[in-house]
């Protein structure tokens, strides 16, 4: 007899997906989020949101089994569940330890320990490698951004995926900040006094605005602007806790990084070499 939850309500996208990697997909009956990284069989399944006041009403009528939540801002209605008997897990993974945390405890609910273990470890071998890469590299100041007004910077894991990059978080003190507010720069001269060499925005719903990075008040002094390495990443890759991040997020900032050193390796081979000919047009002169 199958003991396991078969209907599944996923409040964050993070859970989703975690449950269609391991090949539960069948048991989701309800999620929240952008369908964009699920299988098609899971696109035509309720959506459901909790900023509505009938969502409880809504999501018992999904009659689940179990409910998953992530963070402060699913506990009332986690809350509101459970009185009404029905079983729920609220998760709050904000490192990519809570995030590995988070894939196997999802695979022990529904009976897939060993396939969720392995593909943890699959996950840490591969963020162990990345993080190898970059060992003896200079490590280039980033300056990310999730939100421009007011200007938001990195939260927790996404500090330590640009470690894991090989850069360095340029607002390092704010990212163990759990909540929006608490990681808002509220002076924009800040960031120029920080001389970013990467910035990367991951804007929360709504499209990158380059051109407004590029002519905010003093940023022209910034050595991101000035070598064009400003940067935008789908949001859904790198701010929702879970295997995306993990995996489509970790590269995207590796490959910019990457790039960065790159450019700056051919800058320096440019410079060698004019000066090599400017010598060399001073001896014929001299000659």
């Given at each position: 007899?199958?003991?396991?939850?078969?209907?599944?309500?996923?409040?964050?996208?993070?859970?989703?997906?975690?449950?269609?990697?391991?090949?539960?997909?069948?048991?989701?009956?309800?999620?929240?989020?952008?369908?964009?990284?699920?299988?098609?069989?899971?696109?035509?399944?309720?959506?459901?949101?909790?900023?509505?006041?009938?969502?409880?009403?809504?999501?018992?009528?999904?009659?689940?089994?179990?409910?998953?939540?992530?963070?402060?801002?699913?506990?009332?209605?986690?809350?509101?569940?459970?009185?009404?008997?029905?079983?729920?897990?609220?998760?709050?993974?904000?490192?990519?330890?809570?995030?590995?945390?988070?894939?196997?405890?999802?695979?022990?609910?529904?009976?897939?320990?060993?396939?969720?273990?392995?593909?943890?470890?699959?996950?840490?071998?591969?963020?162990?490698?990345?993080?190898?890469?970059?060992?003896?590299?200079?490590?280039?100041?980033?300056?990310?951004?999730?939100?421009?007004?007011?200007?938001?910077?990195?939260?927790?894991?996404?500090?330590?995926?640009?470690?894991?990059?090989?850069?360095?978080?340029?607002?390092?003190?704010?990212?163990?900040?759990?909540?929006?507010?608490?990681?808002?720069?509220?002076?924009?001269?800040?960031?120029?006094?920080?001389?970013?060499?990467?910035?990367?925005?991951?804007?929360?719903?709504?499209?990158?605005?380059?051109?407004?990075?590029?002519?905010?008040?003093?940023?022209?002094?910034?050595?991101?602007?000035?070598?064009?390495?400003?940067?935008?990443?789908?949001?859904?890759?790198?701010?929702?806790?879970?295997?995306?991040?993990?995996?489509?997020?970790?590269?995207?900032?590796?490959?910019?990084?990457?790039?960065?050193?790159?450019?700056?390796?051919?800058?320096?081979?440019?410079?060698?070499?004019?000066g090599d000919a400017a010598q060399e047009a001073g001896r014929e002169r001299v000659a």
């Amino acid at each position: 007899m199958n003991t396991h939850p078969s209907r599944i309500v996923c409040l964050s996208p993070e859970t989703s997906e975690t449950l269609c990697l391991l090949g539960e997909a069948q048991r989701i009956v309800g999620f929240s989020g952008s369908p964009a990284r699920l299988p098609a069989e899971i696109h035509a399944k309720p959506r459901v949101s909790v900023q509505t006041t009938t969502c409880v009403d809504r999501i018992c009528a999904l009659e689940p089994d179990l409910v998953l939540g992530f963070g402060e801002s699913h506990g009332d209605v986690l809350g509101g569940l459970a009185q009404r008997g029905v079983s729920v897990h609220l998760f709050n993974q904000r490192s990519v330890r809570g995030i590995l945390d988070m894939i196997r405890i999802v695979g022990s609910v529904v009976g897939r320990d060993a396939e969720a273990a392995h593909f943890a470890a699959t996950l840490e071998w591969r963020i162990e490698a990345i993080r190898a890469r970059s060992v003896h590299e200079r490590r280039p100041r980033i300056y990310f951004e999730e939100w421009d007004e007011p200007s938001i910077t990195a939260t927790s894991w996404v500090s330590e995926l640009i470690t894991i990059a090989g850069g360095d978080n340029c607002f390092p003190e704010l990212a163990h900040q759990r909540r929006p507010e608490g990681r808002v720069v509220h002076d924009s001269d800040e960031v120029v006094r920080r001389a970013p060499d990467i910035i990367v925005a991951a804007w929360n719903g709504k499209a990158f605005d380059r051109e407004s990075v590029l002519h905010r008040d003093g940023w022209a002094d910034v050595p991101a602007v000035w070598n064009g390495e400003i940067h935008a990443i789908p949001s859904s890759l790198i701010l929702q806790p879970g295997p995306a991040a993990l995996t489509d997020g970790l590269d995207a900032l590796h490959a910019i990084v990457e790039g960065w050193r790159e450019h700056r390796t051919r800058m320096f081979q440019t410079a060698f070499a004019s000066g090599d000919a400017a010598q060399e047009a001073g001896r014929e002169r001299v000659a």
